[in-house]
């Protein structure tokens, strides 16, 4: 999956950007945030077997990606990483001859920002991009975008933290902002707004909401697979997932979401939209410092089946493009959230995560404000042009 990149050494302070290119060093770069972040009390360890998992060849993303990681050491000490990738599903859907960057964790250091884009984007070139485009870690359906606002609280499964610093370190390096990315979040007690009633009332004919069957699982991850591809066909950045990717996201959808959890509705007895809520996995391991032995497992496994978790995320949610824009596709997704909220109160729940929604995609936030969600932290995609 890795390509292996000659290393360089940077003469001022003996700065050396390392290829990763073995399981050692590979544990350096997955470790480095422990050294960054050991003051910040927002930041989440991430599991390490987890990272490690991510970044092996059974993450099924390599199948059509390659991928380079470096670190950035001084002396004998980890100060930095960052990696780059080049995706041919993005480029067979996009034609845009653009390359990726992620993992970006450094000391608040101009040269060691410096060092690593340098080495990234000359890995880039070489590989015949003319752009840099990110942070992704690994893809846009992975975890994307650097945090450039809302450092006050912890990042909900699946969203990144960062520290103040990166954004302005990164806009050093010639980087300009591409997209932005918005974290909404809601009290489930809110209650939904006073017309969903009249709506829901004059389409009860034809509309019907239900739970994942889980009786029939892989058929209904099917039809969530093919609603999302449907909805999103069309938004900034999209590619698909390809069908081992949603295989194995099934496969934490299986062992973390109930059924109640997930809802689909159908209009005139044809899947039309979908949402699926995740318990907040991040809340529930913080204070296990990324490590599940020797009885961290044990720890995950009594908050995941006795304890539950307090608060949620929303990371899918679609409605078919044929309804997007209409008062029937608002209809759908107010119909969607309702019934969650009322699933995540019964769990003791006090949070919602919905996100992340697209700076310009205004007909969503326009819904997810009417239930009373508030944009509370943002991630920020940049661009380079490659000289």
């Not at 991928?67 to 990738?85: E, K, L, T, Y």
Request: glycine share 6%; charged share 25%; aromatic share 10%.
């Amino acid at each position: 999956m890795q390509n292996r990149v000659a290393s360089k050494k940077i003469d001022a302070g003996r700065l050396r950007i390392i290829a990763v290119t073995g399981s050692r060093l590979m544990r350096k770069f997955i470790e480095l945030p422990w050294s960054l972040y050991a003051k910040d009390p927002c930041w989440v360890p991430p599991l390490i077997f987890e990272r490690k998992e991510h970044l092996s060849s059974k993450n099924p993303y390599f199948e059509h990606a390659e991928f380079q990681a470096w670190i950035a050491c001084r002396d004998d000490r980890v100060v930095g990483r960052i990696s780059a990738q080049v995706d041919q599903l993005h480029l067979q859907h996009h034609h845009d001859a653009t390359g990726f960057f992620g993992f970006l964790e450094a000391e608040d250091n101009p040269e060691i920002f410096h060092a690593l884009f340098e080495i990234a984007e000359e890995w880039l070139r070489q590989k015949g991009m003319r752009r840099i485009r990110g942070p992704f870690s690994l893809s846009v359906n992975d975890e994307c975008g650097l945090l450039v606002e809302g450092f006050d609280s912890p990042p909900a499964i699946m969203l990144g933290h960062a520290l103040p610093y990166y954004g302005p370190r990164v806009e050093e390096q010639g980087f300009a902002k591409e997209q932005d990315l918005l974290a909404y979040r809601v009290h489930p007690e809110v209650s939904p707004p006073q017309h969903l009633e009249a709506l829901a009332k004059r389409v009860a004919g034809r509309v019907k909401i239900r739970t994942m069957r889980r009786d029939r699982f892989e058929e209904d991850l099917e039809i969530i697979r093919d609603i999302f591809e449907d909805a999103w066909s069309e938004n900034w950045g999209f590619i698909p997932f390809t069908q081992a990717e949603f295989a194995d996201l099934g496969k934490n959808l299986k062992l973390l979401v109930d059924a109640d959890s997930v809802r689909i509705a159908e209009v005139d007895g044809e899947p039309a939209a979908m949402i699926v809520m995740f318990p907040n996995i991040n809340e529930m391991i913080k204070d296990l410092n990324g490590r599940l032995l020797p009885f961290g497992w044990l720890k995950l496994l009594w908050r995941l089946k006795v304890v539950g978790a307090k608060s949620a995320r929303i990371p899918l949610m679609g409605v078919r493009r044929r309804y997007q824009g209409s008062r029937l596709g608002a209809t759908l997704a107010l119909m969607m959230i309702a019934p969650l909220h009322v699933n995540a109160r019964k769990q003791g729940m006090k949070e919602i995560d919905m996100s992340w929604i697209l700076e310009q995609n205004h007909g969503i936030r326009k819904i997810i404000e009417s239930v009373g969600s508030v944009c509370y932290k943002r991630y920020r995609i940049y661009q380079k042009e490659l000289s």
